[in-house]
């Protein structure tokens, strides 16, 4: 019997001690392991001509901030329906070296609303996820307020691409200031697997939860990944799909490598639009996010 304590004890200390040596992720114990539910009214949205938009907060805010960071995003997403400048700027450069072909390809879709008014709405619905971002769903009422409203959304990436090693980066930087509250920029910026994303707020730097993003779409039996929660990932997409409409409408290309009459091959892009757009669908399928749109020039 004393042998059967002794053992027992030395187990107890040696559990004891692997999980005070490991490191605990606070995030991820403070929201469980159990899938964050994508409700169905975001999950093949439709903005109904322009009508209905929504906003998504950042995660791991309490339900107040949560709500009225939401509302503010979801104003942002009407004013920039109704029509925001797109600037798409891309160059590529590729050649020959003596591990194969190297080349660097370089994009840069900017999204900007200046001192426009700003769309006054009424809330439909708002709800929380499993990581405390609140989803607000608005209805435009066609009235507006008189205040100054500005936004500027910037996505930045780069590929290399090194023999037969390939590396990309991206920045995202997402300001608005609706001259009432305090402004704010989501940043976000990925290096290969590395990522980091936060939020300022005036002068002071809120970083997202480092937990494992989890969700289940209507109908999904194993969840999908979305880093750093949904809003995030929606505006990435949305910023992609537009720059894509701008250089459709009009892009300018110059080929460098004739300019200069040399074997690498260089070439640039540039479009500059205003348009406007509405959501046709919005749906979250195999951890990506898909955005059918309906867009139009303004300009």
């Not at 990436?157 to 305090?182: A, P």
């Not at 995030?232 to 720059?243: K, T, V």
Request: a negative charge.
């Amino acid at each position: 019997m004393r042998k059967f304590v002794t053992v027992f004890c030395l187990f107890v200390f040696v559990k004891v001690g692997l999980l005070t040596a490991q490191k605990i992720n606070a995030d991820y114990y403070r929201f469980g392991a159990k899938p964050a539910e994508i409700p169905m009214k975001l999950n093949g949205f439709n903005s109904q001509g322009g009508s209905l938009f929504f906003g998504i907060s950042d995660p791991g805010l309490d339900s107040a901030t949560a709500a009225a960071q939401a509302i503010k995003r979801a104003q942002c997403m009407v004013a920039m329906s109704q029509g925001v400048k797109i600037k798409n700027y891309t160059t590529g450069y590729n050649t020959e070296a003596y591990r194969g072909n190297t080349g660097t390809y370089q994009s840069m879709v900017e999204l900007l609303i200046k001192s426009t008014d700003i769309p006054s709405f009424k809330i439909l619905d708002t709800t929380y996820t499993t990581y405390n971002e609140a989803i607000v769903f608005v209805q435009s009422d066609g009235g507006s307020n008189p205040a100054g409203y500005d936004f500027l959304f910037n996505r930045f990436n780069i590929e290399y691409q090194w023999g037969g090693y390939n590396e990309y980066s991206e920045q995202i930087e997402i300001y608005i200031n609706d001259k009432k509250t305090t402004d704010e920029t989501l940043v976000s910026m990925k290096y290969g697997a590395s990522e980091e994303v936060y939020t300022m707020i005036g002068d002071e730097s809120f970083p997202f939860p480092s937990t494992r993003y989890q969700y289940l779409a209507p109908g999904d039996s194993v969840p999908q990944i979305y880093r750093y929660g949904l809003w995030i990932n929606i505006m990435r997409e949305l910023n992609i799909r537009l720059g894509h409409y701008s250089k459709l409408f009009s892009e300018q290309i110059r080929k460098l490598d004739e300019v200069y009459e040399t074997a690498d091959k260089i070439d640039e892009g540039l479009s500059k639009n205003t348009v406007a757009f509405d959501i046709l669908n919005l749906y979250f399928k195999q951890n990506q996010i898909t955005l059918d749109l309906n867009v139009r020039l303004v300009e």
